[in-house]
T-cell receptor, first 115, second 111 residues
Framework: EAQVTQNPRYLITVTGKKLTVTCSQNMNHEYMSWYRQDPGLGLRQIYYSMNVEVTDKGDVPEGYKVSRKEKRNFPLILESPSPNQTSLYFC??????????????FGEGSRLTVL | RKEVEQDPGPFNVPEGATVAFNCTYSNSASQSFFWYRQDCRKEPKLLMSVYSSGNEDGRFTAQLNRASQYISLLIRDSKLSDSATYLCVVLTDNYGQNFVFGPGTRLSVLP
């Protein structure tokens, strides 16, 4: 089954404790992206990757890191989480070769609470 | 001014009603336009693309007005299962770099 898998789905942590949210897709998509969703603000892009070893900042990259060592994986790293990073996080992938259909495939989301 | 604006709602409508959502975008260079649907606490999923000529998919009709930078979604004969948040999404380039999401419009279809 074609899917984007995120882990963990739910996490409560404390300020300053490094954490990683993993994202994996099995559709051989070139493009992957991380978003955070907060009430009233919609989804905002954190980082994106056009392909392996190619990453770039989105609209709200502060406090986050990413890497794209393999095509299928795009982990999101919070080196020193703070309470303002409490949010619902979505990973998404997109097939860009052969034309962009605009159909982002999203993971089920990771709800992060930083105390 | 936000790049993509939507009325957050909620729109509460009876089953069978016709409901329309609007969306405006600020970047005149925007290339492509979409409506996504998001159920409560779930991930967004593509509902339909929006073309300049307008397009229809069953009970759903999407329209684009580039001159006014305005997108609309019309839902006819609303079903209970249409209850969700509808996200207006604008792509500002065709390389997939910048999908800009509106905050969403919440629809509740009531029995």
């Amino acid at each position: 089954e074609a899917q984007v898998t995120q882990n963990p789905r739910y996490l409560i942590t404390v300020t300053g404790k490094k954490l990683t949210v993993t994202c994996s897709q099995n559709m051989n998509h070139e493009y992957m992206s991380w978003y955070r969703q907060d009430p009233g603000l919609g989804l905002r892009q954190i980082y994106y990757s056009m392909n392996v070893e190619v990453t770039d900042k989105g609209d709200v990259p502060e406090g986050y890191k990413v890497s794209r060592k393999e095509k299928r994986n795009f982990p999101l790293i919070l080196e020193s989480p703070s309470p303002n990073q409490t949010s619902l996080y979505f990973c998404a992938s997109l097939l860009t070769s052969g034309g962009n259909t605009g159909e982002l495939f999203f993971g089920e989301g990771s709800r992060l609470t930083v105390l | 001014r936000k790049e993509v604006e939507q009325d957050p709602g909620p729109f509460n409508v009876p089953e069978g009603a016709t409901v329309a959502f609007n969306c405006t975008y600020s970047n005149s260079a925007s290339q492509s336009f979409f409506w996504y649907r998001q159920d409560c606490r779930k991930e967004p999923k593509l509902l339909m693309s929006v073309y300049s000529s307008g397009n229809e998919d069953g009970r759903f009709t999407a329209q684009l007005n580039r001159a006014s930078q305005y997108i609309s979604l019309l839902i006819r004969d609303s079903k209970l299962s249409d209850s969700a948040t509808y996200l207006c999404v604008v792509l500002t380039d065709n390389y997939g770099q910048n999908f800009v999401f509106g905050p969403g419009t919440r629809l509740s279809v009531l029995p």
